[in-house]
């Protein structure tokens, strides 16, 4: 298995002592997050696919399938309708942009989260426009892997720091103020405050949080605006919140 296709899981080496039970402990809080969730690979190397399962499992993640191609993807998903499917972008045949927007199609409850090598701008937008969930990269730490696949399967969204910092420089360069009267024609005061938040990258509790509302109301307002919007996922709704100029 090459450099390019190694997830780096160091946080993963074993500790002496006290260290080893607070490791346990933290274990033990992952697995219940992930307690149920069923969990698709998608990948064209089969040792990465191999060892990327064997790493999920052991935090407690149910793997209900793999597949090494776009099109295999999506028979999968017809099969067994995972929760998360976690995709490659890079394959031979279908791309997994492409097989990400068929899945998003015909499966909305299934979610995707995009983990692969690119870190370029207009593959990100791709898979996100296509309806991808999340979207990492393979340095990406265990940690941030389960937290993207846990997200996803509550409707939330994560994006590897470096690359939405990334797209949101580049949002923020081609801003259409078309874009911003419609959004504020369209949403109240209080689901423009939350979308702003959306697109500064804070997660549905930091929104309650800083505008002192519950969660489950957070969750109302959000649903509202991707319907207002007629948008798919709160990624789709930051890139237009930027690219509209509100924020």
Same mark, same amino acid.
């Given at each position: 298995?090459?450099? !390019?296709?190694?997830?780096?899981?160091?946080?993963?080496?074993?500790?002496?002592?006290? @260290?080893?039970?607070?490791?346990?402990?933290?274990?033990?809080?992952?697995?219940?997050?992930?307690?149920?969730?069923?969990?698709?690979?998608?990948?064209?190397?089969?040792?990465?696919?191999?060892?990327?399962?064997? *790493?999920?499992? !052991?935090? @407690?993640?149910?793997?209900? @399938? !793999?597949?090494?191609?776009?099109?295999?993807?999506?028979?999968?998903?017809?099969?067994?309708?995972?929760?998360?499917?976690?995709?490659? *972008?890079? %394959?031979?045949?279908?791309?997994?942009?492409?097989?990400?927007?068929?899945?998003?199609?015909?499966?909305?409850?299934?979610?995707?989260?995009?983990?692969?090598?690119?870190?370029?701008?207009?593959?990100? %937008?791709?898979?996100?426009?296509? @309806?991808?969930?999340?979207?990492?990269?393979?340095?990406?730490? /265990?940690?941030?892997?389960?937290?993207?696949?846990?997200?996803?399967?509550?409707?939330?969204?994560?994006?590897?720091?470096?690359?939405?910092?990334?797209?949101?420089?580049? %949002?923020?360069?081609?801003?259409?103020?078309?874009?911003?009267?419609?959004?504020?024609?369209?949403?109240?005061?209080?689901?423009?405050?939350?979308?702003?938040?959306?697109?500064?990258?804070?997660?549905?509790?930091? /929104?309650?949080?800083?505008?002192?509302?519950?969660?489950?109301?957070?969750?109302?307002?959000?649903?509202?605006?991707? %319907?207002?919007?007629?948008?798919?996922?709160? /990624?789709?709704?930051?890139?237009?919140?930027?690219?509209?100029?509100?924020?």
């Amino acid at each position: 298995m090459g450099n !390019e296709d190694r997830v780096h899981y160091s946080s993963l080496a074993r500790t002496g002592g006290r @260290g080893s039970e607070e490791l346990s402990q933290r274990s033990r809080d992952k697995k219940n997050q992930t307690d149920g969730l069923r969990v698709l690979l998608v990948d064209d190397h089969d040792l990465f696919r191999t060892g990327l399962r064997n *790493l999920l499992e !052991e935090q @407690g993640v149910q793997i209900v @399938g !793999e597949a090494a191609n776009g099109q295999d993807a999506i028979r999968c998903v017809r099969e067994v309708a995972p929760d998360v499917v976690v995709m490659d *972008l890079n %394959m031979p045949g279908m791309s997994g942009v492409d097989a990400t927007r068929e899945i998003t199609s015909f499966a909305p409850l299934t979610r995707v989260v995009v983990l692969t090598i690119s870190d370029q701008d207009d593959d990100v %937008m791709d898979a996100i426009v296509a @309806g991808a969930c999340g979207y990492l990269v393979k340095d990406s730490s /265990i940690q941030e892997l389960i937290r993207g696949i846990t997200s996803a399967a509550v409707g939330e969204s994560l994006i590897s720091p470096p690359i939405a910092a990334k797209v949101l420089q580049r %949002m923020r360069a081609v801003t259409l103020d078309q874009g911003a009267e419609r959004i504020r024609a369209e949403l109240s005061d209080r689901e423009l405050e939350v979308l702003r938040l959306i697109a500064n990258g804070k997660d549905n509790s930091q /929104i309650a949080e800083a505008l002192h509302i519950s969660p489950k109301t957070v969750k109302n307002h959000i649903s509202n605006i991707l %319907m207002k919007l007629q948008i798919e996922n709160r /990624i789709q709704a930051a890139v237009y919140a930027v690219r509209s100029g509100i924020v």
